[in-house]
């Protein structure tokens, strides 16, 4: 076999074998299949993209390129949740304690990533002396003891779809279907749950910026699930604002326990309660979806779901006070407020906007080897479809760095559109996929 | 600027400005841009191709990355020919005496080249003590004093094409209207002349395999030559069987011998007088295509043409006897005739078989590193329309291993087709785009 004909065959339109994609695949991992024909092979893809059967190999070969994730000590069904990332998006933080104070155990390895602010696992960080790495054996015993435990990503997770994502992002080839789902679904399999809920995101703040390519992207991870035998359900959540009302990561995890308190924002909470009775559901904890969610509120109400995060912090060498005194985390004492410049609506937002000039003010990395300032970052006081009136604060921008605040000021200020529009009140949730 | 936007840009289906291709394709040549950035944007081009304007500024980019050719020492207009390659092309070798003995200079560097058989270069140097690399002074003279010299490709002619080619090569991205056009008139701009005749083969034994693509082949070439003020025309004439009755290089060499003296084959004389015409045209040595063909059939005629060939010979080293006994050119001894199974017609050939069969007897190279035996090849007595009973010699296969002969005759068997239906006479000139 040689990498040209493949390239040449899929070029031309003929569905590949399982065989070939895996000899481009493990190719390409060892180093005999050089990175120029993969750059060509993935440019073919982007535009002809791959049927079910060859995703569903693509994503097989990258899973097992690496470590699995032997769950098995965990008795019952395992329930893992993925989003496909937005700003503001700090659901994990609400949603691992809800779901494990209702009985349903989290053993989850998150990600830092890149982007505008940092990842769970940053985020998590921002709680004086929390450990995001955790031995196997500490991790199994928090599991067991607590049902929670959130870590990093230590293991040699699908190293060739690490390695061709690194490819991808330089060769203008993220932006497809059949890759970004066998990309997501690769380390989802190699991380070894039987179910699995994804939130799948649509709007100005996500890779995905209409309803439609959302939902086929969330059909595509689904079916790819579905096919390697395990139970699989997608929300299609909102992402034309940011979620919730803040951006960054201490002032993420402060939004967190107050949602776990009762007090957060209504989107957040209806996401967390969403997400969660799939889970729940998934998990067989309980039969049906109204059922999950009235535990899920309850769990709020009851305050089960809060001393879950306070257990799980504990638990994990994190100072548990935070949870009773949020400024513990450290958020920045230097602050702007952005007023609105006249009255009217916001009539929509481009949540990406908010989110670059959260990393621009320092709270999320640009290149991998940047340090993120987890004190800063922007707390929104008006949202698309508030009413504002001139003068009024539309958000408070946290910074350490005058010059870093006039960088995200200019973006920030572009990504309201004040108008008399007043727009229509949108739902957090889209649709289901399942 | 950076490739990755670039790369996007034209992905998403917008013209590139000069500054942006020049960004690639200097940078490439630099080591700037890597392989497989380079790699990712020519699969993007064979996808969304390139306009009259990208691809004039591609040509322009690449002809000026290395040496220029000055033919300021020649007088008048400089007039050069090229053929897009096919099985048994060796127009160059009866069209340059001809051209030269009616008045017209022909200062011509031609290549070596992969393929069936050897290029131009290869054939000449089956003709004994032929010097294929002349000095630039003795090329000067050889010009001045005869009209006539050709010679190998020595100088830095494109090498951003040459460098680009060996990725196209490589990554399937070589079947590309823009990319084929550019990298040909790079060439041919680099090599100095004002007026331009092409020859772009179509059918089996060609790369357009059929009319429509080698008319948009061929006008996209006129079109980057005129935009950079060449006169220019080009013909589409027929490869869908060999040119004339022999495929290999001492064999060739024959064959032109032959058609320089009026005993050449039909098919292979019209051709040179088609493409002689435009070029003594273009070279304003007459007004008229019909007068200028006069003159090229005079010059077989009265004897000029094959004086022509001689003096070239001689001037450049070889022995000039082969002209009188074509024996000294040394054509293989062992021969093989593969016969007709049934009476019939040669309803159609694949005229790449047998160039292939004749790459397998040794006649061409496979790798750049391969040696050429110029002795062997194969020689045709039957070709598409001719009446066959069976027994009759289809063609005889000149070889040196019998190995080779083998592989060679397992081939050529295919590529001849037997029926009893009689294709329609084909003419050998299919179009002119001027």
């Given at each position: 076999m040689r990498a040209y004909d493949v390239i040449l065959k899929k070029r031309n339109g003929h569905e590949l074998s399982k065989e070939e994609i895996e000899f481009m695949v493990d190719g390409f991992v060892k180093g005999e299949v050089p990175d120029y024909q993969m750059a060509a092979f993935l440019m073919v893809i982007y535009f002809k993209h791959m049927n079910a059967d060859e995703r569903y190999n693509l994503t097989e070969i990258m899973?097992?390129?690496?470590?699995?994730?032997?769950?098995?000590?965990?008795?019952?069904?395992?329930?893992?949740?993925?989003?496909?990332?937005?700003?503001?998006?700090?659901?994990?933080?609400?949603?691992?304690?809800?779901?494990?104070?209702?009985?349903?155990?989290?053993a989850k390895m998150s990600g830092r990533g890149l982007g505008h602010t940092g990842g769970t696992i940053d985020k998590l960080e921002a709680i004086?002396?929390?450990?995001?790495?955790?031995?196997?054996?500490?991790?199994?015993?928090?599991?067991?003891?607590?049902?929670?435990?959130?870590?990093?990503?230590?293991?040699?997770?699908?190293?060739?779809?690490?390695?061709?994502?690194?490819?991808?992002?330089?060769?203008?080839?993220?932006?497809?279907?059949?890759?970004?789902?066998?990309?997501?679904?690769?380390?989802?399999?190699?991380?070894?749950?039987?179910?699995?809920?994804?939130?799948v995101k649509v709007g100005s703040g996500a890779f995905m910026k209409d309803i439609a390519s959302a939902t086929?992207?969330?059909?595509?991870?689904?079916?790819?699930g579905k096919k390697h035998g395990k139970a699989m359900v997608a929300l299609i959540t909102d992402m034309d604002k940011p979620l919730g009302y803040t951006v960054g990561n201490a002032i993420e995890v402060e939004e967190a326990i107050d949602t776990l308190k009762g007090n957060g924002p209504t989107d957040l909470e209806t996401l967390c309660v969403e997400l969660g009775a799939q889970m729940l559901k998934l998990g067989k904890i309980t039969e049906s979806l109204s059922s999950a969610k009235e535990m899920l509120k309850d769990s709020i109400k009851s305050g089960n779901a809060i001393k879950k995060m306070k257990e799980m912090i504990e638990?994990?060498?994190?100072?548990?006070?935070?949870?009773?005194?949020?400024?513990?985390?450290?958020?920045?004492?230097?602050?702007?407020?952005?007023?609105?410049?006249?009255?009217?609506?916001?009539?929509?937002?481009?949540?990406?906007?908010?989110?670059?000039?959260?990393m621009k003010l320092g709270a999320g990395r640009e290149k991998k080897e940047d340090k993120i300032d987890l004190s800063v970052g922007i707390r929104l006081s008006k949202k698309t479809g508030d009413s504002v009136k001139m003068g009024e604060t539309l958000c408070t921008l946290y910074y350490n760095s005058e010059e870093?605040?006039?960088?995200?000021?200019?973006?920030?200020?572009?990504?309201?559109?004040?108008?008399?529009?007043?727009?229509?009140?949108?739902?957090?949730?889209?649709?289901v996929v399942e």
């Open positions: 899973a097992r390129s690496g470590d699995s994730i032997d769950l098995s000590f965990i008795s019952g069904i395992k329930v893992d949740k993925h989003s496909t990332g937005g700003v503001g998006d700090k659901t994990t933080l609400v949603l691992a304690p809800m779901v494990a104070s209702c009985g349903l155990p989290v004086p002396g929390f450990k995001t790495t955790l031995t196997e054996a500490e991790f199994k015993k928090n599991v067991k003891a607590h049902l929670i435990a959130v870590v990093g990503q230590t293991a040699n997770l699908a190293p060739a779809d690490k390695k061709i994502y690194a490819l991808r992002d330089v060769t203008a080839t993220v932006d497809e279907i059949s890759l970004i789902s066998s990309s997501i679904m690769s380390k989802k399999l190699a991380a070894g749950a039987d179910a699995i809920v994804l939130d086929d992207l969330a059909r595509a991870m689904v079916d790819i638990s994990q060498g994190g100072n548990p006070s935070v949870v009773d005194d949020t400024s513990l985390l450290g958020v920045s004492k230097n602050t702007f407020e952005l007023k609105a410049w006249k009255d009217g609506y916001v009539t929509s937002m481009d949540a990406e906007g908010i989110g670059i000039a959260s870093k605040l006039k960088a995200a000021i200019e973006v920030v200020k572009t990504s309201y559109n004040l108008s008399s529009v007043r727009p229509q009140k949108i739902g957090i949730i889209h649709g």
